[in-house]
């Protein structure tokens, strides 16, 4: 016993020294790195916050913060709801005041995870717990009136959640209502799926809704443009050949004029050329080509067509009525922007987008259940062993036998490389699946490629760890139903540990290079430094893009998930929370005010797609604290049942009560809004 005891303690310093050295060295990473891009953020305007300089709308440039090293953050907390929402946009907002509610979420929480913390470490030493796990529920004896504690934080985290979602969902209505009101021309255009094919012509859609509706204003309807497109492009390609051959020319007027090849095949044969004059020559064919594409009927016309109205009363009335007996045929929904829109995918038919959703629903479930086969396949190939038993690689093993220190560093780095390498294709994976399904707009590409990406980090990350962590360490300890369930009990809690270190490291190591930008300085200075030589290629290099929100999103909402499920049963892991959301709320509120450009819009169509994965969180959690309850024999388990119900009741609340108010602009705003629209364009005609 005494040197069972002894092992245990050696076992819990070590557990808790390797987490203090890793929460020391990604704190001095963050310290450090937050120093760095204080340091350079006035240094790089363009880098850090281009959005004041590139910005063409006044309404949306935002004001540049301070010179000062923390004007940056009081610029970021002084700016209002109201003004983030007129500067970054609904999909920006919606995205912070997700991080907002997390973070308030976690904080009223914290008292009561520091009375578990109390409790766990006053419980004593468990026979066979060590590490961090001693402040876990797995310290708890079966049948401990401590588990009173764990019960009454299941009522508080739920209920306190329940109400933040409440005020978010409220807030999240009232923007979109703003949003809808702002009078954008496609809030007044409607998407028309499913035109029968007799009517695939602009004026028999035209006649169709002109006979319900009062105000249409115009028609139009989409064609195949695909020799269009591509004729389009190959024009944009010369031009921009023609502007890099003339600033070289500019740069250079002493040297040589550039050449380029004429005719040949593979860099073989043909002719050299003055470049400049062949591209002109390509240019005036290429305009030649543009315009008669451009007077030839496109053929042939696609089931979809785009219909705007003159009032929003009448897009957001036709967008919730059915307009034909016939099923499946002019399906109509509010229509994107013009600039967001898919367009290959309006060719298909609603059958079609059925049948691929069914397939790629099903492709997607067989790739979050096998992922980890290919991941693991390639890991064991880039070992130096594995590589080095293949033919043509024996030479690496006589390279690497010649330092220790390279061996080490390649077999550490080469597998972990493939891991990222696989997890950086994944989104890339999702969102051509979301496209093969038919979905018509870029936004909405981003939804289904949040939907995707959630489904798999729940899976792999989440569940895979936890039944590794909880079963596969003690399979030879199980000898009955009975001990099933109290390894289950014990090792379910062991988890938090596991998952209170991923949440730890990627709050501290993640937001600060995000900010910083360090990927970003350097491709922006190389090339500015050897590709970029005209205006536009100047441009395009400092441009900061857009904030892709599918693929980004899904790893914070996971863990909001991990911080509710585990807040009863490891509650360290809730000041890690709070600072992940609380450095995301910061490190994003900046970024999309300052640096990222908002050049489509999906208005925050999102947000319900974000709730149901919260309540899911939620409920999980619920049936978790009961769960363990129940394995660790505590009598009044069933007093935590009657939360159960109370998430689901409130869940669906939301959805049939809250979503279509947000989905929508009410009639009575859409009127306002028509109202004061008319009177504006009045006193700027009478001025």
């Known amino acids: 016993r005494p040197h069972a005891r002894c092992v245990s303690r050696a076992r819990t310093m070590a557990g808790i020294e390797a987490f203090l050295t890793s929460l020391v060295i990604n704190t001095v990473v963050l310290i450090i790195i937050f120093s760095l891009f204080i340091f350079y953020r006035t240094k790089y305007p363009i880098l850090y916050q281009p959005r004041c300089i590139l910005e063409k709308n006044k309404d949306r440039r935002p004001v540049a913060p301070g010179t000062g090293a923390w004007d940056w953050l009081w610029a970021v907390l002084r700016t209002s709801d109201a003004e983030f929402f007129q500067r970054a946009g609904m999909d920006a907002l919606t995205y912070t005041l997700y991080f907002r509610f997390a973070f308030q979420c976690f904080v009223l929480c914290l008292p009561m995870g520091l009375i578990l913390l109390i409790v766990f470490v006053t419980a004593g030493d468990t026979e066979g717990v060590d590490g961090l796990a001693l402040i876990s529920l797995s310290n708890l004896e079966e049948k401990s009136s401590r588990m009173w504690a764990v019960m009454i934080s299941g009522y508080i985290f739920t209920l306190t ?13 009232f923007y979109r209502v703003q949003y809808f009101k702002q ?14 094919e007799e009517h695939r012509s602009g004026e028999a859609v035209q006649a169709k809704f002109a006979a319900m509706y009062d105000d249409v204003q115009a028609v139009n309807v989409a064609c195949d443009s695909t020799e269009l497109s591509k004729a389009l492009a190959e024009r944009d390609k010369i031009v921009r050949k023609l502007e890099h051959t003339t600033a070289v020319i500019g740069l250079n007027p002493d040297k040589e004029r ?5 005719g040949g095949m593979l860099c073989c044969g043909g002719t050299k050329e003055d470049a400049e004059a062949t591209l002109k020559k390509q240019l005036d064919d290429a305009n030649k080509e543009v315009a008669e594409l451009k007077r030839k009927p496109r053929e042939p016309v696609y089931p979809s067509a785009f219909v705007t109205f003159e009032s929003l009363t009448s897009s957001y009335n036709a967008a919730q009525v059915l307009h034909s007996g016939t099923p499946a045929t002019w399906m109509v929904e509010s229509a994107p922007q013009a600039s967001d829109v898919y367009w290959p995918n309006l060719r298909m038919t609603g059958r079609t987008r059925y049948v691929r959703s069914l397939l790629v629903q099903s492709f997607t479930i067989m790739l979050v259940i096998f992922w980890a086969i290919p991941v693991a396949f390639v890991a064991s190939l880039t070992t130096l062993e594995a590589l080095s038993s293949n033919p043509g690689f024996g030479w690496i093993k006589d390279v690497v036998s010649l330092s220790p220190v390279l061996q080490g560093f390649l077999e550490g780095f080469l597998p972990t490389l493939a891991l990222i390498i696989f997890m950086a294709i994944l989104p890339m994976i999702c969102a051509a699946l979301t496209r093969a399904e038919g979905v018509c707009a870029e936004s909405w590409v981003a939804e289904g490629t949040f939907k995707k990406l959630y489904l798999f980090y ?16 003690s399979i030879s300890e199980i000898s009955s139903f009975s001990s099933a369930l109290t390894l289950l009990g014990q090792a379910i809690p062991k988890t938090g540990v596991f998952f209170t270190n991923y949440v730890m490291i990627i709050a501290l190591s993640a937001y ?6 360090l990927v970003p300085f350097v491709v922006m200075k190389i090339k500015q430094k050897f590709l970029a030589k005209t205006r536009r290629e100047h441009e395009e290099v400092v441009a900061p893009g857009m904030w892709n929100y599918g693929a ?17 049963v490891t509650p360290l892991i809730i000041p890690f929370v709070i600072i992940f959301f609380g450095l995301g709320y ?4 900046y ?42 024999k505590f009598f009044f388990a069933a007093l935590i049942l009657p939360i159960i119900p109370i998430t689901i009741i409130f869940w669906r609340f939301c959805n049939r009560i809250y979503e279509p108010a947000g989905m929508f602009l009410p009639r009575e705003d859409a009127r306002q809004a028509e109202t004061e629209a008319r009177e504006k364009a009045a006193a700027a005609a009478a001025a």
């Open 183 to 196: 009078g954008h021309p496609h809030h007044r255009t409607v998407l028309v799926h499913d035109v029968p």
């Open 161 to 173: 959640a329940l109400y933040l979602l409440n005020r978010l969902y409220l807030t999240w209505i």
């Open 258 to 262: 550039p050449l380029m090849r004429v």
């Open 586 to 589: 910061v490190v994003f509120r």
């Open 552 to 568: 980004q999103m899904p790893v914070q909402v996971l863990v909001s998930m991990l911080g509710f499920i585990y807040a009863s």
């Open 512 to 517: 600060p290079m995000l900010i910083f930008r």
């Open 458 to 473: 729940t899976v792999n990350v989440f569940f895979v760890t936890l039944i590794a962590g909880s079963i596969f360490d």
């Open 591 to 632: 970024l999309m005010m300052y640096v990222f450009m908002p050049t489509v819009e999906g208005g925050g169509r999102i947000f319900p797609i974000i709730f149901n994965r919260i309540m899911t969180g939620i409920l999980l959690y619920n049936i978790v604290v009961f769960a363990i309850l129940l394995i660790k």
